[in-house]
């Protein structure tokens, strides 16, 4: 854990846009990450997987809406982030922005993406920000049955016919590079949150990442280490280029809803 | 795939008696704890713990719920 606390006054506005930037790509994946499990509240493999999906969505947009709300803090308003952005602003990371096909892309996102979100959320939490060292913790708390739910099914397809370990192998590989390229982002306002002891840097991020996921990964014969990160980087979005499709950002803003908000 | 039954067994306090609360299928131990852990989550239990009915030995009804041969697995 960092010793010193940041002091929000004392950051100029390059290091405050830094300090959006991360919340914003952590809450846009969140709240991604929550519309893809939901897509699998009906269809996945039985029911108690089914709800073990209902309750990882609502898992990640409580994160989601926990994060954006640290944006009070940068003097934004967390409403206009959550409800009125198109889909090109969205920060979320890249292998969100389709719906996945089918269960083995599902598992592989559980271990891949909410793995390096996790990565990043046990730096930020241990990093000089007050706000994500309250209330980070909770979140990792809740993360850890999805890591359990993720690393045991992930050893159930690669142990299981060569169709599901190739589906499993294929979305793996398809989602490592974006995923490791928002992680392990180095660019001038990664590392200001580096400086300001916000986060860890990216070296430490990615080698933590790859010794957590690497041998599970190895069971469906992905080799993490050898896995370049994606080079189509976005610097003002933080994350590569693309956004997500843009059915799943009208439920993410929640368009149907907008005269029923209750905030 | 093949699945196990287990039974969730939980308590609210501390000093509580554990009480069943319910059964969830699953292929493995791993994916038990979760699936009963996101399934009965309507109470903030103190403690939550599975045990695959297989494993369960009836006492004085052999015919009852917790029957030798009920849980697959």
Redesign the interface.
Known sequence: MADATLRLDALDEEGRAALRRLIVTLADSKRLMGIRYSDWLLGA??I??G??A???AQDEWGHARLLYAMLKDLDLDPLVLEHDRAAAEYASIGALDEPFPDWAAVVAAMVVVDGALSAMLRSFAGGSYEAARGRVPKMLAEEE?HG??A???YR?LAS?AEEARTLLAKATQAMLPPALAWLGAADAPAEAMVEAGVVAPAGARLERFRSDVGALLAEAGVDVAAVRPATDWDASRGRTEGAPDEEAVERARGDRNRALFVE | ?R?ILYDVFARKNRGDALAHIGY?????D??A???A???Y?EEHWFEMCIVPRSAIIPVNRQEGLFARGRGRG
């Not at chain 2, 969830?24 to 493995?28: C, G, H, Q, T």
């Open positions: 493999p039985s108690e997987t709800i073990a209902a309750s990882m049955f359990s739910l690393a045991a099914w159930r299981a | 795939m699945e969830v299928d699953a292929i493995d791993e994916i704890r979760v699936y852990w996101k399934t989550d």
